[in-house]
């Protein structure tokens, strides 16, 4: 069999054809979600969350986040002037918007609050806090890095 120029023309045109159809295929695959839902209703609320950082960098002891790797979990010190605090708390996964943990602040008598890490996947997790005491709104976060058990 005689190889043509028309042939080679072929050949190159249904290779990249084919592998144009594979990346098409590939990128109906790929979970392209947002961070979060509510992404613009975020960033028109962007100036009340700069304040809260505000508020928490402005504390003299603001809140102290700790990754105990021998308890396995995490230690949340909240300042222990304050009192009546109550907020929320996100543990973020990056890679995977399923993993994501919603918790609700629960101190002790310290103004202390302990969350185990055992049923939580090792990796890299993003820590918001969101915390409220005596009428004043508070924002701190932190980068762990969960150890494989």
């Given at each position: 069999m005689k190889f043509s120029w028309g042939t080679g023309i072929f050949l190159f045109y249904s290779v990249f054809a084919a592998s144009l159809f594979y990346q098409v295929y590939r990128s109906t695959q790929y979970d392209n979600s947002l961070v979060v839902e509510n992404y613009y209703e975020e960033d028109i609320n962007y100036q009340s969350r700069y304040d809260q950082i505000q508020n928490s960098r402005s504390l003299e002891a603001g809140l102290v986040i700790q990754l105990n790797?021998?308890?396995?979990?995490?230690?949340?010190?909240?300042?222990?002037?304050?009192?009546?605090?109550?907020?929320?708390?996100?543990l973020?996964?990056?890679?995977?918007?399923?993993?994501?943990?919603?918790?609700?602040?629960?101190?002790?008598?310290?103004?202390?609050?302990?969350?185990?890490?055992?049923?939580?996947?090792?990796?890299?997790?993003?820590?918001?806090?969101?915390?409220?005491?005596?009428?004043?709104?508070?924002?701190?976060?932190?980068?762990?890095?969960?150890?494989?058990?």
């Open positions: 790797n021998l308890d396995k979990a995490i230690s949340l010190d909240f300042p222990k002037d304050k009192k009546g605090i109550s907020g929320k708390i996100l973020y996964r990056a890679s995977n918007k399923k993993l994501d943990r919603h918790l609700t602040i629960e101190l002790n008598e310290e103004n202390k609050m302990i969350s185990p890490t055992d049923n939580i996947l090792s990796g890299r997790w993003k820590l918001e806090v969101e915390w409220e005491t005596e009428g004043r709104s508070y924002f701190d976060k932190k980068v762990l890095n969960i150890p494989s058990a």
